[in-house]
């Protein structure tokens, strides 16, 4: 029988699910972690604990108590918060904790010398998003004014999904999804990465390969099959961000449906055969080919329970 094995990188918690060919749950997992707050308007996690670390104790656990032979796992699947920055090494190694979403405040001068630069009509024109903390771009910059000595050993800027399919495969992988959250580097008029509206601002080889979410990254490595008791050579999809795949779950496949989802934010997703260009929403391209994504937020709902808990403990 052929299994399949998805893994969800929340922000307070990770999940896994094995699943058989008829999508039926057949091993579960979970484990907590929690948000880091440095400082008022800063939101990070610890990649090697709670993104690889996460990842590998919730996979063993589910293959080890089920008894699921890993050779037959016919894929692999990973979903995660996001869009997330995160600077790795050239063994992908980090070399910070990683920047969260738009929970994350830090780069508002840096979202400001970008909208001066290029204007914000221009920006939400050619990107089909306006600059806000959402957008993975402002922050890369920030580490570059920041942490300087550590963006001079950056050999590329990650996601918190391509971070785990990098420690699985030994790729460098985003998602044209993900990679639409991460304005001005984004076209998606051209389904690129691009530096036209910001010449000289960042180096485009810091950037992950684009692929389309379920494309094959690659395969799990003997060093990733030994650590997670995964077979080596196990295909592993390009994954997304959570909040996608959860559209997905919930059977938001086709233009005019929409997703509201609640949890440490609250997401609404609808798709469209059109892209949307409207400065109070977001926009990507969708996880396939020919569609498109119109979004909007909360970023603090679920977050503020997880607050008010630690207040009253």
Request: hydrophobic fraction near 40%; proline fraction near 6%; glycine fraction near 10%.
């Amino acid at each position: 029988m052929r299994h399949y094995l998805g893994v969800d990188i929340g922000t307070y918690e990770t999940k896994g699910v094995i699943t058989d060919g008829e999508g039926r749950i057949v091993a579960q997992a979970a484990r907590p972690h929690q948000m880091i707050v440095p400082q008022p308007g800063w939101a990070e996690h610890r990649p090697e604990e709670d993104w690889w670390g996460d990842f590998v104790f919730v996979t063993r656990k589910m293959l080890e108590e089920s008894g699921i032979a890993p050779k037959s796992i016919a894929a692999v699947g990973c979903r995660a918060i996001g869009p997330c920055v995160l600077p790795v090494n050239r063994d992908g190694n980090p070399l910070m904790n990683g920047i969260l979403y738009g929970v994350d405040t830090r780069a508002t001068k840096e979202i400001d010398r970008l909208n001066g630069l290029i204007g914000p009509e221009t920006v939400l024109a050619r990107c089909r998003n306006a600059l806000t903390t959402q957008a993975g771009g402002p922050k890369i910059l920030w580490i570059e004014a920041n942490r300087p000595e550590v963006f001079a050993r950056t050999h590329k800027i990650l996601n918190s999904t391509s971070f785990v399919v990098h420690r699985l495969t030994g790729a460098f992988t985003l998602d044209h999804y993900s990679a639409g959250s991460y304005p001005p580097y984004y076209l998606p008029e051209k389904l690129a990465w691009s530096d036209e509206l910001a010449p000289g601002t960042v180096n485009l080889d810091l950037m992950p390969d684009l692929l389309w979410t379920t494309d094959i990254a690659g395969e799990v490595t003997k060093a990733a099959a030994e650590a997670t008791g995964l077979a080596a050579g196990t295909p592993v999809i390009a994954g997304t961000i959570d909040a996608a795949a959860e559209a997905v779950s919930v059977g938001v496949t086709d233009p005019g449906q929409m997703m509201v989802m609640y949890g440490s934010t609250i997401f609404i997703i609808e798709i469209t055969g059109e892209p949307v260009r409207e400065g109070r929403l977001w926009y990507s391209p969708w996880l396939f080919r020919g569609q498109h994504a119109a979004m909007a937020g909360i970023s603090t709902t679920g977050t503020l329970t997880h607050w008010l808990r630690k207040l009253t403990a």
